[in-house]
């Protein structure tokens, strides 16, 4: 899909977009690949290590509009990796996060109609199901705003969806970095929220692996959801350090106690596969799609009526020596 293509990575210094840069390099022979970010350190950093002649590196911010347009001139695919995500900075900067992940996800959706790109996935997140915090609230406003842009199309054949997962094992913030550098310092104990707190997990190569099938398999407006296991942090904090005590520090602002993927809200709109979900987009499009049949020729059917995909009900868990064994092939940002 990729080969001689002109791919755009928003917020391609990040994790994912490391992750997702070096498996396509290592795969394919795209013509150019444009990383646009706004921190100019971590661009040189990843000029040193990323030295392929077709990388292009663009300092840019998603809410400058006129820098997007130029930025994605000649453009094939764009991921829209770019968002202000942590949960407490966004509850105590409100407008901050809704100028990135709100006004900036409009900005990449002008500038890709006005480029002509083919296909623009959006990396979203559990927390943008169900919000009850201002960083899920921000997605899911930006996960409406990329659906709603296959209806903004005209004549034009691009396509917009929605890749919708957990928490990355390893990626940068997350909480295994975090427990490693305290065991390392010599810690006497583990903070954890509530030991019953429940999450979704997936790997920076799995999430990648998952885009870029969500990329063979778009139609347009849907919303794809990988069928991944669940976890509580007591669990990961018991693997990570088997014989330290854990201090409960209380849920943070704007926390659940579990997340979901699939809100029972949207069960008439799910679609189960054989590994993922996808949701229907609840508005109508002025071209039909067949849902229930991907571009890979995959066939999937309605979920039941009720149907919730929650990290607490969630039918697939990991286990300790299975995280460690993940842990193994997880480089840590």
Known sequence: MFENANLLITGGTGSFGKAFIRHVLNNFKPNKVIVY????????????????????FFIGDVRDAERLRRAMHDV?????????????????????????NVIGAQNVIDAALKSKVKKVIALSTDKA????????????????????ANNMRGKNPIQFS???????LGSRGSIIPHFKKLVAGGAESLPITD?????????????????????????????????????TIEEMAKAIAPDLPHEI???????????TMCPEDDAHLTIEFDDHFVIMPSIIFYKKVDYFENAKDEKGQLVPKGFEYNSKTNDTWMNAAQLLEKLKTVTME
């Open 37 to 56: 970010s706004r921190d100019e350190l971590k661009q040189y950093e990843m000029a040193q290590e990323f030295t392929d002649p077709c990388m292009r």
């Open 76 to 100: 094939d695919f764009v991921i829209h990796a770019a968002a202000l995500k942590h949960v407490p900075i966004a509850e105590y900067n409100p407008m901050e996060c809704i100028k990135t």
């Open 129 to 148: 199901a169900a919000p009850v915090n201002l960083y899920g609230a921000s997605k899911l406003a930006s996960d409406k705003l990329f659906v709603a």
């Open 162 to 168: 929605v890749v919708r997962y957990g928490n990355v």
């Open 195 to 231: 030991p019953e707190m429940t999450r979704f997990w997936i790997t920076l190569q799995e999430g990648v692996e998952f885009v870029l099938n969500s990329f063979q398999r778009m139609q347009g407006g849907e919303t794809f959801v990988p069928k991944i296991p669940s976890m």
């Open 249 to 259: 520090i209380g849920i943070r602002p704007g926390e659940k106690m579990h997340e």
